[in-house]
């Protein structure tokens, strides 16, 4: 699975090949949807971050287009106890990626206005990973943040699919929106089972004309 990921990502392009291209910046809310077995008493809450970057979009043969991006994607994860649960209760676990999505991107329509869709693989370089929890012992509580860089795994995998719209407003420049849902393939802890990253993903931005 790892070989097909880097294969689609270093999937060369001859320049004669390269049509029209156009690149833009872009930010959005995210929210993680863990693939956690928490059992029955420990359950887990979604939480919405903020993330963003800038892409490039290189045209093939109408509809489609390569889509790169480069983004910078934090997620949070918390857990709490809804009942007595030994003496912590909640903890949230924060992580962030440089994400490289590679999509294949299909537009319609003919006017200004185009709505699209879009797939593919997004390779995540992890940044930073912690947990933060609350300890209750005695009636006392104090508040703790653990480094767990070294127990995550480095590279994270999933799949992107999504849609979106396209306004011209301008000759060249672009409004762009789109929603996209991204499944995680890999696991995000070393030797841990069950603990994938999911999440919807929303994005708002500018996208501006490179080469004609």
Known sequence: MKLLFFAVLLLPVSASALGPMRGGVQLG???????????????????????????????????????PELLYAPYEISLYC?????????????????????????????????PYVFAGPNIGFLLDSSI?????????????????????????????????VEWAFHKSVSFVADMRYSLGLTEIYKGS???????????????FDLKN
């Open 132 to 164: 933060t929890t609350q300890i209750n012992i005695f009636g006392y509580s104090a508040g703790i943040k653990i480094d767990l860089k070294d127990a995550t795994e480095s590279i994270k995998l999933a799949g992107d699919i999504g849609w979106g």
């Open 82 to 114: 809804p009942s007595g649960c030994a003496a912590i209760n909640p903890a949230k676990y924060e992580l962030s990626y440089l994400e490289l999505p590679v999509l294949l991107k299909a537009k319609f329509g003919k006017g200004n206005f185009k």
């Open 193 to 207: 089972s069950g603990n994938k990253l999911n999440g919807f993903k929303g994005l708002f931005g500018i996208a």
């Open 29 to 67: 809310p995210s929210t993680s949807l863990p693939g956690y077995d928490t059992g029955s008493t420990v359950q887990d809450q979604n939480e919405t971050s903020f993330w963003g970057g800038v892409h490039a979009e290189i045209a093939l043969k109408e509809p489609f287009y390569i889509q």
